[in-house]
């Protein structure tokens, strides 16, 4: 009888044995996915900071570099091994620049005080190993690791972006210094153009009252037109800012076609004659009267003329006005 309890006793202290045997298994492997689990994040983090194309930089309390990736070599010119361990402010941090970062990061140990840490997207600017200072965009959060504190920093080189917007501001600025130097030019035909010429269109209007002979007068007639038309290019270039705006002011009047292109064929006779040419003006097809702006369809009209006679040697030119079949003048 003490016998089978004994055996009994014994049975039942090799179950409980074989009980915490199977716990201690079972948790061992718990254990054991666990660690491979974090691991695993471990690895897969380390894989995300390593192939950011942000500068990544983790910094303890007292401003020692923890954690430096591949893109922070990149930016910065040192190589991991050369950061860690290292002092930021005395690594990145532009010298001009270095007294009050310490002072901030005293003020933020002593009274918890944050400034830039959490802030967002800030700019700043930093400092490579050759001494190049240049600005950087960062945004740096604070991280509670095992109970101590840590600095992240995500860091980015902005310095070509900001090279081509002070380009766009420089050349905005150009831009605008063109346009002021043009509205001078404006400025200064309106005196110093008009005037003179509004001068000789007088002296000429008081010669024609004058006794003159058949080819004097002809010539004072040329030169009135030549004067007038000049005056209208000048008049034209002052409307440049209207017709950029989308106001070219039109003004039409009514035009007898056969004097219209007799006095163009006027303003050219001393051109058209060292060529050799001779014009013809047909207005027989054309209404008597029409409306437009005369000035510049004379523009219009004295550029064809002059190509013509041009690049034709002793030949013969028309101009000839006639109306559509739908009323329109051609």
């Known amino acids: 009888m003490l016998l089978a ?7 039942a202290l090799v179950l409980i044995l074989l009980v915490f045997v199977f716990i201690l298994i079972w948790m061992i492997r718990r254990s054991a996915n666990a660690e491979r689990a974090e691991a695993s994040a471990r690895n897969r983090l380390q894989d995300v900071i390593s192939t950011s194309i942000d500068g990544i930089l983790a910094v303890d309390r007292h401003g020692r570099i923890l954690d430096y990736n591949g893109a922070a070599e990149r930016i910065f010119g040192y190589t991991r091994d050369q950061a860690i361990g290292q002092s930021m402010a005395e690594l990145i941090i532009p010298d001009h620049l270095r007294r009050t970062h310490e002072a901030g990061m005293e003020r933020y140990n002593q009274t918890g005080e ?24 960062a945004t740096i959060a ?22 081509a917007e002070k380009e766009l501001v420089e050349a905005r600025d150009q831009a605008v210094a063109g346009e002021k130097a043009k509205d001078e030019l404006i400025a200064v035909m309106s005196h110093e153009m ?9 002296t000429t209007e ?31 270039v ?23 292109l007799n006095q163009l064929v006027t303003s050219q006779s001393a051109s058209i004659s060292s060529n050799g040419n001779t014009v013809t003006v047909s207005v027989k097809e054309g209404p008597a009267r029409f409306w437009a702006d005369r000035n510049r369809l004379f523009q219009v009209l004295l550029n064809l003329l002059a190509n ?8 013969h030119l028309f101009l000839e006005c006639d109306s559509a079949a739908d009323g329109n003048i051609v």
Not at 5 to 11: N, V
Not at 194 to 202: A, D, K
Not at 210 to 224: C, D, H
């Open 5 to 11: 309890r004994i055996g009994l006793l014994i049975f």
């Open 114 to 137: 944050k400034r830039v840490v959490g802030a967002g997207l800030v700019q700043l600017l930093a400092k490579r190993m050759d001494g190049t200072v240049f600005p950087v965009e």
């Open 142 to 163: 604070s991280v509670d690791a095992d109970g101590d504190e840590i600095f992240v920093s995500f860091l980015r080189d902005v310095s070509e972006r900001i090279a």
């Open 194 to 202: 008009r005037t003179p010429l509004n001068g000789i269109i007088g």
């Open 206 to 236: 008081l010669l024609q009252d004058t006794t003159l002979g058949a080819k004097q007068q002809q010539y004072l007639s040329a030169i009135e037109t030549s004067a007038g038309l000049l005056l209208s290019h000048v008049n034209n």
């Open 238 to 260: 002052l409307s440049i800012s209207s017709a950029e705006a989308g106001k070219l002011d039109l003004r039409p009047s009514e035009i007898d076609p056969e004097e219209l």
């Open 308 to 315: 013509a006679n041009k690049f034709t040697r002793n030949g």
